[in-house]
Each structure stands twice: as structure tokens, then as C-alpha cells.
């Protein structure tokens, strides 16, 4: 198991950045993936941007360019750069650890960190 601890979410207004971290209570050895989601009132979850244990990166369109996601393994920790920040991204951002084993997959999350953008 793996617990995952969001921090950096706040009010910013658009044009800004905000940076996310993304503390978990073990390494990444075993985590295949770690991600970040979001979920804007109304809306369902969608992915934000992930990376793989090998470091493959993968954003959705609506982020490329603006978010950046990065990882410190001696700080067991994952980031999420965010520049340019518009209204529409205003949401609660949860950090995923996904895991494979054998035929399964084991997704751990967290309790979300709320970013708001807005004047």
C-alpha cells in the first residue's frame, strides 16, 4: 500500500502558477505510474497529466504546454507544475499511484487539494 498526501492547491488568479506535491509514505518502487486527476464540479475525474516508472509523460491536450509533471525519488515525491492558469482549470487535483500486479491493478489516491482560478 501506498498513501498519498496532496499539498499547493490555493487561490490564484489567471495567467498565474501553482505548483502541487504529491507526498507518498513509500518509495516508487513497484509504482508503475503516478498521475494527477482532476475533478471540476459537475464534471467527472479526468487525467491531468502522468508518468511512468521510466519517466514517459503523457498530459491532456488542454494542459500541454502549461503543466508539467516531475518526480524527486529521494523525496518520494511527485509534482505538478501549473503556468498560465485559466478559470477552467479550477478544480480539486488528486494525486493517483497506480500499481500492476500480475492481472490486477491497484490505484491509490488522495484526499485532493482545491485549486481555484479565478479574479
Not at 464540479?41 to 494542459?63: F, H
Not at 509533471?69 to 507544475?81: E, F, P
Not at 501549473?82 to 491509490?108: I, W
Amino acid at each position: 500500500q501506498v498513501q498519498l498526501v496532496e499539498s499547493g492547491g490555493g487561490l490564484v488568479q489567471p495567467g498565474g502558477s501553482l505548483r502541487l506535491s504529491c507526498a507518498a509514505s513509500r518509495s516508487f518502487f513497484s509504482i508503475n505510474a503516478m498521475g494527477w486527476y482532476r475533478q471540476a464540479p459537475g464534471k467527472q475525474r479526468e487525467l491531468v497529466a502522468a508518468m511512468e516508472s521510466g519517466g514517459n509523460t503523457i498530459y491532456a491536450d488542454s494542459v500541454k504546454g502549461r503543466f508539467t509533471i516531475s518526480r524527486d525519488n529521494a523525496k518520494n515525491t511527485v509534482y505538478l507544475q501549473m503556468n498560465s492558469l485559466k478559470p477552467e482549470d479550477t478544480a480539486v487535483y488528486y494525486c493517483n499511484a497506480r500499481q500492476v500486479s500480475g492481472p490486477g491493478t491497484m490505484d491509490y489516491w488522495g484526499k485532493g487539494t482545491l485549486v481555484t482560478v479565478s479574479t
